[in-house]
């Protein structure tokens, strides 16, 4: 069992660019979720998907969208970058309510 | 304000020593977890408690739950290099499962 995977395990963007994040969630799992994790500070929850729907949303602006796919794979966008988009994007697969976290992506925002 | 707040942020010990890190909720918990984290890393899942009461153990680390004080504690004994990192706890505080994380608590053992 590969776990959860994300990629790229790092990029760099710049200011108004826009970026993707992908994630595959462990094998069984249904569900997805994504936050992001500023250094220092715990994870901030961006978003939920279930049956390729966003089923809950934290407090995270429209810039921040994503997709689900019929795999359960899942995809995060954000659209015109912010200096303080730069952190840790963490995604997590649950099938009840264990989540269990990838590696991350780190993005720079310069 | 922090939906979760974790106690002490930061904490050093000597190789051997016991220690325990806390954390408390504002809100109604559905769920409380406890996570590790190396730094610029994913977190790993160490155990989730959900009952008032409930006491969970993994090798030599220990979790309780205070359902009443809606809070938890992380107990490690005998303490190793091995355990340090920065330990996490999150918490569901809707039943639909959006979890909440405290900022957590980096631990560092000395040998």
């Known amino acids: 069992d590969a776990g959860v995977t994300q990629s790229p395990t790092h990029l760099i963007k710049t200011r108004g660019q826009q970026v993707t994040l992908r994630c595959s969630p462990k094998s069984g799992h249904d569900t997805v979720s994504w936050y992001q994790q500023a250094l220092g500070q715990g994870p901030q929850f961006i978003f939920q998907?279930?049956?390729?729907?966003?089923?809950q949303r934290g407090n995270f602006p429209d810039r921040f969208s994503g997709h689900q796919f019929p795999n359960y794979s899942s995809e995060l966008n954000v659209n015109a970058l912010l200096l303080g988009d730069s952190a840790l994007y963490l995604c997590a697969s649950s099938l009840r309510q264990t989540k269990y976290f990838g590696p991350g992506t780190r993005l720079t925002v310069l | 304000s922090q939906e979760l707040e974790q106690s002490p942020q930061s904490l050093i010990v000597q190789e051997g020593k016991n220690l325990t890190i806390n954390c408390t909720s504002s809100?109604?918990?559905?769920?409380l977890y406890w996570y590790k984290q190396k730094y610029g890393e994913g977190l790993i899942f160490l155990m989730m408690l959900q009952k008032g009461g409930e006491e969970k153990s993994h090798e030599k680390i220990t979790a309780k739950l205070d359902e009443k004080k809606q809070q938890s504690s992380l107990h490690i004994t005998a303490s190793q290099p091995s355990h340090a990192g920065i330990y996490l706890c999150?918490?569901?505080?809707?039943?639909?499962?959006?979890?909440?994380f405290g900022d957590g608590t980096t631990l560092t053992v000395k040998p």
């Open positions: 999150g918490a569901d505080t809707t039943n639909a499962g959006k979890s909440t």
């Open positions: 809100k109604t918990l559905y769920g």
């Open positions: 998907y279930y049956e390729e729907e966003e089923r």
